[in-house]
């Protein structure tokens, strides 16, 4: 049973870029924010361009963390975390069937906000992070074997998956949270990310869910970085009770 | 927004590393003068890219009597070239490390760079015999250095089994100059390889590779 909860806002856009464009090809990224009564779950996730059924595998890691998260009703974020982050992989290989889930490789990070705590897992590349009220930023560790645009996944049998997880953090000391694909992360240095909520949360909280999502993919579509080409996708999330 | 403002302004570097020997042995027959030639005009076609989705950056390690940074990695166009000399043994190790310390180094090369091209032109047998080996093996063992394109070409009486274990892992053949007049080829048909990288739409794929029978057909090709 879960004690009434209030839901945190979010902002989330995802567009597709010039690379996939150019091939004709569907964007890759997929996004989704749920609302249940366990609590909130943003999900990013980021199909492998040379994967032929990537755009697949992304969205159905979305889908597949919701599954569990409806299974265990809710995350227990002190106990059997690895049995959830696997049965996540369980779910996504059921939503991908019949494809060979090499075919649907894709990276999944996704944060909870649940009995007033933040959670965060990622498995690949891109950036999920934290901006603290005191002003610092924690995210899930850097892998050094993920440079170069080569990146890890559900549906890689080639290496072993390391999921980095991040929190829990209570929610009093959240001030927002940010999920993005490579093709955001790649083009923001690390230092910015604090301002860069600052703002952004300053930015959106007053806008209605809409506006949010019409500005937000408004400034992926004219992003900035020169001869850019990834899919991007960028979702940033804030409780009532940050500050 | 204020989105734009955080985001990087620069392209996406795609790094070019040579790490090419000028030990004694290259003064003759020309060879230095060929791969100083070679490098110029390599590095002027790359100031020619328009129409790129990133920005080469190419760095020189020499391996002559020692290891050297010959040219720190930079963008090609700000490049001001200066020719190389050959004297000395053959330190294929020492270079083989310090091509690691820059691959390995975030600072230089960011996650955010493309898969960079990594090239080894020799013409000899390493001199640090007991040593390359193990240099080659951590080379190898990094999980960033692994992942570059690699391209190896050996000149006259070179060893092919330092090459080959360069390129493990790749299926990339070892690429053969018999003289120096191939060394133009060889660095031509790198040049092509890097620049088809950049103006396509996913600069981490290599579709195309240069030809394999550089000692033979590559003539009529070029």
């Given at each position: 049973m879960h004690g009434k909860q209030t839901k945190p806002h979010y902002v989330g856009a995802s567009v597709r870029g010039p690379s996939n464009a150019a091939r004709n090809k569907l964007k890759q990224d997929a996004w989704n924010v749920f609302n249940r009564s366990w609590g909130t779950l943003g999900v990013v996730c980021d199909g492998l361009g040379s994967k032929s059924k990537s755009r697949t595998g992304a969205l159905a890691a979305c889908l597949a963390v919701r599954d569990m998260l409806n299974q265990v009703d809710g995350l227990d974020m002190h106990s059997n975390l690895g049995t959830h982050l696997k049965t996540i992989e369980q779910k996504w290989l059921a939503r991908i069937h019949p494809h060979n889930p090499n075919d649907c490789m894709t990276t999944c990070l996704f944060c909870v906000y649940t009995e007033d705590n933040w959670f965060g897992a990622q498995l690949g590349d891109g950036f999920l992070g934290a901006l603290l009220n005191d002003g610092n930023m924690v995210a899930c560790s850097p892998d050094?074997?993920?440079?170069?645009n080569l990146t890890n996944g559900l549906g890689d049998s080639s290496q072993a998956k390391t999921w980095r997880t991040l929190g829990p953090l209570p929610a009093k000391d959240v001030h927002s949270i940010i999920l993005a694909t490579d093709g955001v992360s790649d083009d923001i240095p690390l230092g910015s990310y604090p301002m860069l909520l600052e703002e952004l949360v300053n930015e959106y909280q007053p806008l209605n869910q809409m506006k949010r999502y019409q500005l937000l993919r408004r400034e992926l579509v004219d992003w900035p970085t020169p001869h850019h080409l990834d899919d991007k996708t960028l979702l940033a999330l804030w409780s009532n009770k940050s500050k | 927004m204020a989105l734009k403002k955080f985001v990087m302004a620069e392209a996406r570097p795609l790094p070019v590393l040579l790490i090419l020997d000028v030990s004694g042995s290259m003064s003759v027959d020309g060879k230095i003068d060929a791969l100083n030639q070679a490098v110029k005009e390599m590095i002027g076609e790359f100031t020619k890219q328009e129409d790129h989705q990133a920005e080469i950056h190419v760095g020189i390690i020499t391996f002559g009597g020692q290891a050297r940074i010959h040219q720190e990695l930079t963008p090609a166009n700000e490049i001001s070239w200066t020719p190389m000399g050959a004297t000395g043994t053959t330190p294929f190790g020492a270079a083989i490390d310090a091509a690691r310390e820059i691959i390995e180094d975030e600072e230089v090369i960011p996650s955010r760079a493309y898969r960079p091209t990594i090239v080894v032109v020799t013409d000899g047998q390493p001199t640090d015999e007991g040593y390359w080996e193990s240099a080659l093996d951590n080379f190898l063992a990094s999980p960033r250095a692994s992942k570059a394109f690699r391209f190896a070409m050996g000149i006259g009486d070179f060893d092919r089994g330092v090459l080959e274990s360069f390129l493990k892992g790749t299926e990339m053949p070892v690429f053969e100059a018999t003289d120096s007049t191939k060394i133009a080829k060889f660095f031509h048909a790198v040049t092509m390889s890097v620049s088809t990288r950049v103006m396509s739409k996913s600069p981490d794929s290599q579709d195309t590779f240069p030809d394999p029978r550089f000692d033979s057909d590559l003539d009529d090709e070029f």
């Open positions: 050094g074997e993920l440079a170069f | -």
